[in-house]
């Protein structure tokens, strides 16, 4: 019989490995159209 493949030691070894491969240049894109917002309302208020 042969033996089962076991999903979640092989999804583990997957994550462990992209965690140590480092997570590469951290960016908020959402934030850059927020902030633009943010900033000119800051301006007319102030």
């Not at 033996?3 to 030691?9: G, L």
């Not at 092989?10 to 590469?24: F, R």
Request: negative net charge; glycine residues 6%; aromatic residues 8%.
């Amino acid at each position: 019989m042969k033996p089962r493949h076991d999903i979640y030691a092989t999804v583990t070894v997957q994550l462990v490995a992209a965690i140590e491969s480092g997570a590469g240049e951290w960016r908020m894109p959402w934030l850059g159209h927020v902030a633009s917002v943010f900033s000119q309302s800051d301006s007319i208020c102030a």
